[in-house]
Nanobody, 115 residues
Framework: QVQLVESGGGLVQAGGSLRLSCAAS????????MGWYRQAPGEQREFVAQ???????NSADSVKGRFTISRDNAKNTVYLQMNSLKPEDTAVYYC?????????WGQGTQVTVSS
């Protein structure tokens, strides 16, 4: 079992920055990758960024050059640095962990970008 707790969401003006955190606990040694997804009202949940246990990163085209995913192994935490935020980035952001054939989700954190 893996537990994920997100934090760092909030309200920010367009052009601003936020940093989301996702702290993992439990069977963290079995995590293959962690990432971020987001879901806007009335929309499907979509991929934002991912980082593997080997450090390889991947991100959606819509956030490339603005969002950066990173991790602190000592703290078992993954971060999403979000810069140059746009109103269309408004969504609930969810942390996800891949563990062999299973995935775990956090409870989500709201990000609202005002124009």
């Amino acid at each position: 079992q893996v537990q994920l707790v997100e934090s760092g969401g909030g309200l920010v003006q367009a052009g601003g920055s936020l940093r989301l955190s996702c702290a993992a606990s439990g069977s963290i040694f079995s995590i293959n990758a962690m990432g971020w997804y987001r879901q806007a009202p009335g929309e499907q949940r979509e991929f934002v960024a991912q980082i593997t246990s080997g450090g390889t990163t991947n991100s959606a085209d819509s956030v490339k050059g603005r969002f950066t995913i990173s991790r602190d192994n000592a703290k078992n935490t993954v971060y999403l640095q979000m810069n140059s935020l746009k109103p269309e980035d408004t969504a609930v952001y969810y942390c996800r962990a891949w563990v062999q054939r299973t995935t775990y989700w956090g409870q989500g954190t709201q990000v609202t970008v005002s124009s």
